[in-house]
């Protein structure tokens, strides 16, 4: 019995001893952790979207789906509310298709609800290498900075989807900038 405690107690220990640290974003607070819904965190990488629209991508990784976080830095006078990220996003989407990247894109508009004030959502659908895909994309504005999920599975009835959008919803919206 106490060999088996042991051991179990070693295996915790281990869980949590290789558990990389969160990914922080001072700017606007958001802290990433290593897992979120069952994604595992990828390595942050910088992206500009556009001069003086300086950010990071952030990915989660799991079983058929992937998540792209993007935090980047905006005019708030050129970009007035989430909605306007999740457009920007959509008409990259059919850039896109015009270059060949995607074909058969469905472009899909949600009212925002007022359950999730603050964020607004949209989604597609494509063909890629063949493949059938759909994304869906979260939005929401934190001061002078866009905050963007991207979600994109084959398999868009997968349950880490709305479990990874509660989680990361909850975080940003609880986050508090580090002076």
């Given at each position: 019995?106490?060999?088996?405690?042991?051991?179990?107690?070693?295996?915790?220990?281990?869980?949590?001893?290789?558990?990389?640290?969160?990914?922080?974003?001072?700017?606007?607070?958001?802290?990433?952790?290593?897992?979120?819904?069952?994604?595992?965190?990828?390595?942050?990488?910088?992206?500009?979207?556009?001069?003086?629209?300086?950010?990071?991508?952030?990915?989660?990784?799991?079983?058929?789906?992937?998540?792209?976080?993007?935090?980047?830095?905006?005019?708030?006078?050129?970009?007035?509310?989430?909605?306007?990220?999740?457009?920007?996003?959509?008409?990259?989407?059919?850039?896109?298709?015009?270059?060949?990247?995607y074909s058969n894109v469905k472009l899909y508009r949600?009212?925002?609800?007022?359950?999730?004030?603050?964020?607004?959502?949209?989604?597609?659908?494509?063909?890629?290498?063949?493949?059938?895909?759909?994304?869906?994309?979260?939005?929401?504005?934190?001061?002078?900075?866009a905050v963007k999920a991207r979600i994109t599975t084959?398999n868009p009835k997968n349950d880490s989807i709305p479990?990874?959008?509660?989680?990361?919803?909850?975080?940003?919206?609880?986050?508090?900038?580090?002076?």
């Open positions: 019995m106490k060999h088996a405690l042991l051991i179990f107690a070693v295996g915790i220990l281990t869980t949590f001893a290789s558990a990389a640290p969160p990914y922080d974003h001072t700017k606007t607070g958001i802290s990433l952790p290593d897992t979120l819904a069952g994604l595992t965190r990828g390595d942050v990488t910088p992206y500009e979207t556009a001069p003086g629209e300086a950010g990071v991508a952030i990915p989660y990784h799991g079983e058929e789906v992937e998540v792209t976080v993007f935090i980047r830095q905006i005019d708030p006078k050129k970009i007035t509310s989430p909605a306007m990220i999740v457009e920007e996003s959509l008409a990259t989407v059919k850039q896109m298709e015009a270059a060949g990247t949600s009212a925002d609800k007022s359950e999730t004030t603050g964020w607004s959502k949209g989604a597609y659908t494509a063909r890629a290498n063949q493949a059938f895909v759909m994304s869906f994309i979260y939005a929401t504005i934190r001061d002078e900075y084959a479990k990874f959008v509660s989680e990361f919803q909850k975080i940003v919206d609880e986050a508090k900038p580090k002076p």
